[in-house]
């Protein structure tokens, strides 16, 4: 049997159940919604979670398509998976948890018996240190962006390579190979020995169909490449970032983009202008460096240092 929380399967079954973790404001238990895939034959341990930040939606609709695709009687190894990690946030359709104003992914590895977040970070941890693999669904919040991979680990770790490949197997097409921040799953996962990255499936509200398709296709590489099912990916090459330049707007007004997602840019090239309400242009902004137009806001209008956008730097092909 391989169990997570209350699902347990048997060789070539399937089951769901509930993570618990706690309690909410009016004394009823909850738990975070789980699912174990048991393959019939033995094998290495994925784990995939989604829905870290409450208001990313993209991973659930990958695993809401991807998990009833996935036959545990062809499977070998298992599939352990949160559908839910941010409970609280997702109730609320908010990116924090609500319980106490933090983002998940500054919380891991947890602390069992810490805040609210902490205690969920840990819950889930327990289950990803338990894996050889680790996938972490995010996306770029509710702002647009390009699908990319992110590798956080940072460039001097022991499992950096590791996680590379497991990035470019998952293929969304472009990388961002840069140390994060303490707390992401995806730098505690691989100072637990488990290879883990952070695949960021676009940016929207709601569902977006194409990174989607992006997060499913990336699931199906990573077990078919590592052996969970039959067949064969062919490695792609992937754009790769190394650094991110901000750009906030040094006015108040209108956002004009000069530059779609995924384009290449120069340095001196523009990226945005800011009018005023009747077209009147107070600003132009260009790019410091060359590289990816990677992230921009969604709403049109900005104050003076709101940020506008981002450009992935120090791009290579890999
Ligand atoms: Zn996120």
Known sequence: MKALGTASAAPGEFDTGRLQVGETRDGSEFGLPVAVLNGAADGPTLYVQAVSDGDELNGLGVLQRAIPQIPPAELSGTVLVTGIVNYHAFQVAEHRNPIDDTKMNRTYPGDESGTASERIAAATFDAASRADLVLDLHQGSTSRMINEVRVRCGQRHRLHDECLELAKVFGCGNVLDQKGPDGQLARAGPDEGVPTVDP???????????????????????????????????????TRAQGFDRYGSPVGGLVDFQRDLGDRVESGDVLFEVTDPFGQRKAEVTADDDGVFWRSRRLPQVATGEYVCSVGTDVDEY
């Open 200 to 238: 960021e499936l676009g940016g929207c509200v709601g569902w977006d169909e194409e990174s989607i398709q992006y997060g499913v296709d990336g699931l199906f590489n990573v077990l078919r490449y590592y052996d969970f099912l039959d067949g064969e990916v062919d490695l792609e090459p992937q």
